[in-house]
């Protein structure tokens, strides 16, 4: 296969990905070291996760009306410098309410990102599952790389230069893409912005069965993947007992696992069908997370971690779905409303499992999370017998 720019777009919006996540992701590993000097609970730190979420969530379909109107690229180099600005603002808060307030914010510009670049990827390739996913990676990528680093920074140097270093990443990255990526004409440079916030076009993409359905399962499944970026790291370590460099360890390779076999998941959406892929997808989760539960010992939680990651790839099977119900002129606003209804609502995911942990410890917790993936697993059974086609 020779290497075309296409190739390009799609090799620097995963590095861009990569860039917004590393910001996200370094938090959960240092979050003892986070509660311990603001002297805070794990409901608080849950709550500026939560926020953190929810203001990626809101800027999902304003990211895409903002790049119909000034184009994609100006967008994503956006979302890239202001990740490195957030991350220095984590880094030096000097009172837990700064902190809080950049993690909002860091939510907030990393979340400009994912719509746009999935829409401008989806235009360049016929067959989408593959280059998602691929494009999804960037994040799993992150997330193995990450933790260890962030964990060994800390350790040495303490938490706040262990955040301070990802907004070198983000800089890289900038540096990078701008230079690579071509200047994208905007789609619509007359369109009135405040007319793509009519509620009546909104409600009527959200009320198609299809997309009522496909947003169904991403919030539930996107509840427990917000609550394990959150809280996975902390569960090893207090549920499980293992020190915070093993848990950092195992933290990757719940990454690793992510971003190599979500690959697979696309290719597997493409070729048998959406709905087989996701809930391939979420009985491995459900045996993940039940494994690392119930059976104690290194092996189990290895195997437990794997699972867990394979089944995390949902996204490289949903989010193709949704593309699949969306007209080419509807997928780049479109894609972005539904992605920011069904984040909104899933982002209380970080809160809720701080607060069970907190409440009923973090067996009931994590339990939590199998029950949604139980619901998603009855949801795609019944669209199978009603024989919806969706």
Same mark, same amino acid.
């Given at each position: 296969m020779s290497w075309r720019y296409r190739h390009t777009v799609l090799a620097h919006c995963t590095l861009a990905f990569f860039a917004t996540m590393v910001g996200r992701v370094a938090i959960s590993p240092i979050v003892p070291s986070i509660t311990n000097e603001f002297t805070v609970s794990n409901t608080l730190i849950g709550a500026s996760l939560t926020g953190m979420w929810l203001s990626y969530a809101l800027v999902q379909y304003p990211s895409g009306i903002l790049a119909t109107r000034y184009g994609e690229r100006r967008i994503i180099l956006v979302s890239i410098g202001g990740t490195g600005i957030a991350c220095l603002v984590l880094a030096t808060a000097p009172r837990f309410e700064v902190f809080f307030a950049g993690t909002v914010l860091l939510g907030a510009v990393a979340g400009l990102h994912f719509s746009v670049a999935t829409a401008m990827i989806t235009r360049a390739f016929d067959r989408i599952g593959t280059?998602?996913? #691929?494009? @999804?990676?960037?994040?799993?990528?992150?997330?193995?790389?990450?933790? #260890?680093?962030?964990?060994?920074?800390?350790?040495?140097? /303490?938490?706040?230069?262990? #955040?301070?270093?990802t907004a070198l990443v983000a800089a890289v990255v900038f540096v990078l893409f701008a230079g690579n990526v071509r200047e994208t004409e905007p789609r619509r440079p007359e369109m009135s912005i405040t007319e793509r916030f009519q509620i009546r076009p909104l409600l009527a993409v959200l009320s198609r069965p299809a997309i009522a359905f496909t947003s169904a399962i991403a919030v539930l499944a996107e509840f427990v993947w917000t609550g394990l970026i959150s809280f996975l790291p902390t569960f090893l370590i207090v549920y499980r007992e293992y020190s915070s460099t093993d848990a950092g360890v195992l933290f990757a390779v719940y990454f690793l696992t992510l971003g190599i076999l979500q690959i697979g998941v696309g290719?597997?959406?493409?070729?048998?069908?959406? @709905?087989?892929?996701?809930?391939?997808? &979420?009985? +491995?989760?459900?045996?993940?997370?039940? &494994?690392?539960?119930?059976?104690?010992?290194?092996?189990?939680?290895?195997?437990?971690?794997?699972?867990?990651?394979?089944? &995390?790839?949902?996204? +490289?099977?949903?989010?193709?779905?949704? &593309?699949?119900?969306?007209?080419?002129?509807?997928?780049?606003?479109?894609? !972005?409303?539904?992605?920011?209804?069904?984040?909104?609502?899933?982002?209380? /995911?970080?809160? +809720?499992?701080?607060?069970?942990?907190?409440?009923?410890?973090?067996?009931?917790?994590?339990?939590?999370?199998?029950?949604?993936?139980?619901?998603?697993?009855?949801?795609?059974?019944? @669209?199978?017998?009603?024989?919806? !086609?969706?």
């Open positions: 280059p998602i996913a #691929i494009h @999804n990676a960037g994040g799993p990528i992150a997330g193995l790389c990450t933790p #260890i680093a962030v964990s060994w920074i800390a350790v040495r140097y /303490g938490w706040r230069p262990a #955040i301070a270093a290719s597997l959406s493409d070729r048998y069908g959406r @709905n087989v892929a996701t809930g391939t997808c &979420m009985i +491995a989760a459900i045996a993940g997370l039940a &494994m690392l539960l119930a059976v104690p010992g290194i092996a189990a939680a290895v195997t437990g971690i794997v699972l867990l990651g394979f089944g &995390m790839g949902w996204g +490289a099977s949903v989010f193709p779905q949704f &593309m699949d119900h969306l007209s080419e002129s509807e997928r780049e606003t479109g894609f !972005g409303l539904v992605r920011t209804v069904y984040l909104v609502i899933a982002s209380s /995911g970080s809160l +809720a499992l701080g607060a069970l942990a907190d409440q009923f410890g973090w067996a009931v917790s994590f339990g939590t999370l199998i029950v949604s993936l139980v619901v998603v697993c009855v949801l795609l059974l019944g @669209n199978w017998l009603r024989g919806t !086609g969706y």
